[in-house]
T-cell receptor, first 111, second 112 residues
């Protein structure tokens, strides 16, 4: 079925290293959203990308939406311990309001 | 402003009992969503409402699950009877149309 795939499932880095997670959809998306969930917490909305090829930055976080609007990435520069958590992408695959979440990339950091 | 409020935060019950989860969305948001999160299945959409009207309940696992939204500031998700496989974290989220979801802190449900 239609779904959103994320890789890698897990990523462990040394503090200060960069981190990237990738998101791929089986269909073209009207937009893509990114969320962060800290251990034991709830998903927190980070950003929404709408335009083909769009790039947005939030401090050390860079979000990209592919030209074909079927893939996206989140890159964190110089990770800090506060970046620990699971990062989810989500796309409205089955209707404008029915977000399908990827399985997430769990980031752990060695201080 | 308060975010999405959920209660209870933790619920432990025995198989066969009725469970009711409660949610107060962010004021002014016109969409309300109920999600379930497990290690095996990830984050699943159960049902969503627009302006208090249920729009899509295709994610509700069985007839044992029901959800209501009697007004713009309150929603419930009920499981009757509960089963051990219902154990999960249940999140309520609200949003404006086309915008990101604001999740509540979740209810961790354990069915023994």
């Amino acid at each position: 079925g239609q779904q959103v795939m994320q890789i890698p499932q897990y990523q462990h880095v040394q503090e200060g290293e960069d981190f990237t997670t990738y998101c791929n959809s089986s269909t073209t998306l009207s937009n893509i959203q990114w969320y962060k969930q800290r251990p034991g917490g709830h998903p927190v909305f980070l950003i929404q990308l709408v335009k083909s090829g769009e790039v947005k930055k939030q401090k050390r976080l860079t979000f990209q939406f592919g030209e074909a609007k079927k893939n996206s990435s989140l890159h964190i520069t110089a990770t800090q311990t506060t970046d620990v958590g699971t990062y989810f992408c989500a796309g409205p695959i089955q209707g404008a309001q029915k977000l399908v979440f990827g399985q997430g990339t769990r980031l752990t950091i060695n201080p | 402003d308060a975010g999405v409020i959920q209660s209870p935060r933790h619920e432990v019950t025995e198989m066969g009992q009725e469970v009711t989860l409660r949610c107060k969305p962010i004021s002014g948001h016109d969409y309300l969503f109920w999600y379930r999160q497990t290690m095996m299945r990830g984050l699943e959409l159960l049902i969503y409402f627009n302006n208090n009207v249920p729009i899509d309940d295709s994610g509700m696992p069985e007839d044992r699950f029901s959800a209501k939204m009697p007004n713009a500031s309150f929603s419930t998700l009920k499981i009757q009877p509960s089963e051990p496989r219902d154990s999960a974290v249940y999140f309520c989220a609200s949003s404006l149309e086309g915008r990101g979801r604001f999740f509540g802190p979740g209810t961790r449900l354990t069915v023994l």
